[in-house]
């Protein structure tokens, strides 16, 4: 079963706790993504991984830092989180090489008091 | 600067009716257009990819059209049913590989009323 899975679903932070977002694929895929999605704004790219330990930045990655040590994980982490990283997060994968379907997680809904 | 822009922001229709959402960018180039779908709540839900100048998709009672030299796409469903009530989103990749970027539009809330 083709699936990206998203873990939490909900958490809730005080501001300048650590937050560790965590998400996993089982299809092998090479290239996963962190995105927010923000009332009224579309989705906005956080990080990039196309393999293990391969990152780059997306649009806006300050605050946020990722790790991929394993093809199937990527992990979000927000150090000191700040208020305005209330966002619902996703993740999705892809094969990597050409325009296939992406597959999105659930989302993980954080609030960061 | 927004370079996907969805209308209408948001949309009612009765159960059985037919509705259109519009897609118009600027992203250039404009390698492919996909639509989701997505639930209150949950993520996004591959509908469809375009990829060729006047392409036409059809799946199921969800149908789309892109005009690559207007920039423009659209989504029809017919005969529209209550699950169908949902954001429907335009991502325009750049390129064809992970490589590209995907630009997001806001979407369009469809709501559909017995």
């Known amino acids: 079963d083709m699936k990206v899975t998203q ?13 560790l977002l965590e ?19 579309g989705l906005q790219l956080i990080y990039i991984s196309y393999d293990v330990d391969s990152n780059s930045e997306g649009d806006i ?12 994980h990527f992990s979000l982490i927000l150090d000191s989180a700040k208020t305005n990283q209330t966002s619902v997060y996703f993740c999705a994968s892809t094969r990597g090489r ?7 997680g659930s989302g993980t809904r954080l609030t960061v008091l | ?14 159960q059985g009716e037919n509705c259109v959402l519009q897609c118009n960018y600027s992203v250039t180039p ?21 990829v060729h100048e006047n392409d036409k998709t059809s799946n199921g009672r969800y149908s789309a059209t892109l005009d690559k030299d207007a920039k423009h796409s659209t989504l029809h469903i ?29 979407g369009t809330q469809l709501i559909v009323i017995p």
């Open chain 1, 7 to 19: 873990m939490p679903r909900y958490l809730i932070k005080r501001m300048g706790e650590n937050v």
């Open chain 1, 23 to 41: 998400c996993g694929q089982d299809m092998s895929h090479e290239t996963m993504y962190w995105y927010r999605q923000d009332p009224g704004l």
């Open chain 1, 61 to 72: 990655p300050k605050g946020y830092r990722v790790s991929r040590k394993k093809r199937e």
């Open chain 1, 98 to 104: 050409t325009a296939e379907t992406l597959y999105f």
């Open chain 2, 1 to 14: 600067k927004t370079q996907v822009e969805q209308s209408p922001q948001s949309l009612v229709v009765r």
């Open chain 2, 30 to 50: 404009d390698n492919h257009l996909r639509w989701f779908k997505q639930d209150t709540g949950k993520g996004l839900v591959s509908l469809t990819v375009l």
């Open chain 2, 78 to 106: 017919t005969a529209t049913l209550l699950d169908d009530t949902a954001t429907y989103i335009c991502v325009v990749g750049d390129r064809g590989s992970a490589l590209g970027r995907l630009h997001f539009g806001a």
